[in-house]
Every structure is written in C-alpha cells, then in structure tokens.
C-alpha cells in the first residue's frame, strides 16, 4: 500500500485540503462528544470536515463547522440533530491548557485532520497548524509533481 492510502485507510472522514494549506506541527488523538445518531451517521461516512476548525470557549475546546448529516433511517422526528452543532473536544485538562498557550502565538491554529474509528469510538486527529504563504503552497507542489515523475520513471 502506499502513504496516501495508508493515511485513509480506516477513516471515516479526511480533511485533504488541511496539509496544503497549514504547515502542521503537531497532532493529537481527541474524542468527542457525539449524539448517538451523530455516531450513526458517521460510521455510515457522512461526516465532513473540509471546513472545520477548533477553537476555545469558555475554557473548553468545540469543534467548529463540523458537518455531520442527520442519520437516514431514523425518524425525521425522533433524535435528530442539528448538522452543523458544535461538537466539544474530549481531552484532558492538562492537554488543553498546554494547546491554549500554543493558540496564543501568531498564525497557530487547530486544525482537525481526520475523523476514524478507534477501539469502537469515534476519535479525532486534531493538528496545530501554522498557516502557509503561497510561495510555500508552490514549493510543496513542485516538489510533489517531482516525487511523482521520479516514481514514475523508476518504475518504467
């Protein structure tokens, strides 16, 4: 198997567009609190997270613009929830006094990353990320189109 599908491989959402645009410089396996058709919805991959991000409110850490589709086989009535709720962060206190102090630097952002089943829950891959410039976004793609021509002629 090669990286790219190793990296999907088990998860039920990915946020692609996050390595492009971030420089991420560390990660974090979080939980997070769920409705129990959320987690529904979820194992069936209707999550996304092209838009999603992490922020504090009253010292808590929620993930933002996180969207997670009502689940289709329950009644429309009964337990549904709103897709774009925020959905808190589980971790503990010590990690989020750590990451609050990390936020406070300039251009640092969370940023989550991928959404997968664990040991029978949901968890979450949360990156702090450093925003790119956009000769930085060249350069990665240039040396991606390099990697791929190299592959590609080693193989021939």
């Not at 990296?7 to 971030?22: F, Q």
Request: aromatic content about 6%.
């Amino acid at each position: 198997m090669t990286s790219r599908q190793d990296a999907g491989k088990g998860a039920l959402a990915t946020n692609r567009k996050a390595r492009h645009e971030y420089h991420i410089l560390d990660s974090w396996e979080v939980g997070l609190s769920l409705t129990g058709g959320e987690v529904k919805s979820c194992r069936a991959g209707h999550a996304s997270l092209a838009e999603a991000y992490a922020a504090f409110e009253n010292g808590e850490l929620f993930i933002y613009s996180m969207r997670i589709q009502p689940y289709a086989a329950a009644a429309s009535s009964f337990n549904t929830h709103e897709p774009d709720r925020p959905k808190k962060v589980l971790m503990h206190r010590r990690e989020l006094d750590r990451l609050a102090g990390l936020l406070q630097q300039k251009g640092h952002s969370l940023i989550p990353l991928k959404l997968y089943l664990a040991r029978g829950k949901i968890k979450m891959e949360l990156g702090l990320g450093k925003g790119k410039q956009l000769f930085d976004k060249r350069e990665a793609l240039r040396k991606k189109i390099h990697d791929r021509e190299t592959a590609r002629a080693l193989r021939q």
